[in-house]
T-cell receptor, first 111, second 113 residues
Framework: DGGITQSPKYLFRKEGQNVTLSCEQN?????MYWYRQDPGQGLRLIYY???????QKGDIAEGYSVSREKKESFPLTVTSAQKNPTAFYLC??????????FGSGTRLTVV | GNSVTQMEGPVTLSEEAFLTINCTYT??????LFWYVQYPGEGLQLLLK???ADDKGSNKGFEATYRKETTSFHLEKGSVQVSDSAVYFC????????????WGAGTKLIIKP
């Protein structure tokens, strides 16, 4: 079945550490997105990519980095510059119109 | 700018009650409107959508009508079940913004047996 796979489901980060969240899709979608979700808040866009080897900053890109070397993959790195990284991270893809598909999310906690 | 406003939660109802979750929007063009649902610990699933004025989206007993005159897209269900407990997000998308989604803050729905 086609879909988006995010891993790991739970991730713990020590202070000053970089961590990478994986997002893989087999839907052949061109566009991919990373969102951050905090309790009681909506989704905020971190980065998005509409084509391989190209990506744009979203509303809250500071402290995050991405790459898009393959159509299927859009990993997100949470760097030590992100001062408050504890959140639920969602990856999504889109066929170029209104059809978004979401992964099941990664919960990142700073310990 | 473009924005979505949802009623604050949590909304707590008894099983079989009627549900309304209000959603209003501000948009510079002609948006498509969506309701997404998030069950505990999971990602988001598209519940229903409407792409033009007066369209009614429906799925799993939920309905929402795109009202251009009141810039609203309220979610309704006639008889809720405990399994409907989740967070519901209203969102809009504009084709001239590369279809990026603008989100409401979400409304947590709790259904008691």
């Amino acid at each position: 079945d086609g879909g988006i796979t995010q891993s790991p489901k739970y991730l713990f980060r020590k202070e000053g550490q970089n961590v990478t969240l994986s997002c893989e899709q087999n839907l052949n979608h061109d566009a991919m997105y990373w969102y951050r979700q905090d309790p009681g808040q909506g989704l905020r866009l971190i980065y998005y990519s509409q084509i391989v080897n190209d990506f744009q900053k979203g509303d809250i890109a500071e402290g995050y980095s991405v790459s898009r070397e393959k159509k299927e993959s859009f990993p997100l790195t949470v760097t030590s510059a992100q001062k408050n990284p504890t959140a639920f991270y969602l990856c999504a893809s889109n066929t170029g119109g209104y059809g978004y598909t979401f992964g099941s999310g990664t919960r990142l906690t700073v310990v | 700018g473009n924005s979505v406003t949802q009623m604050e939660g949590p909304v707590t109802l008894s099983e079989e009650a009627f549900l309304t979750i209000n959603c209003t929007y501000t948009a510079t063009g002609y948006p498509s409107l969506f309701w997404y649902v998030q069950y505990p610990g999971e990602g988001l699933q598209l519940l229903l959508k409407a792409t033009k004025a007066d369209d009614k989206g429906s799925n799993k007993g939920f309905e929402a009508t795109y009202r251009k005159e009141t810039t609203s897209f309220h979610l309704e269900k006639g008889s809720v079940q405990v399994s409907d407990s989740a967070v519901y997000f209203c969102a809009l998308s504009l084709w001239d913004s590369n279809y990026q989604l603008i989100w409401g803050a979400g409304t947590k729905l709790i259904i008691k047996p």
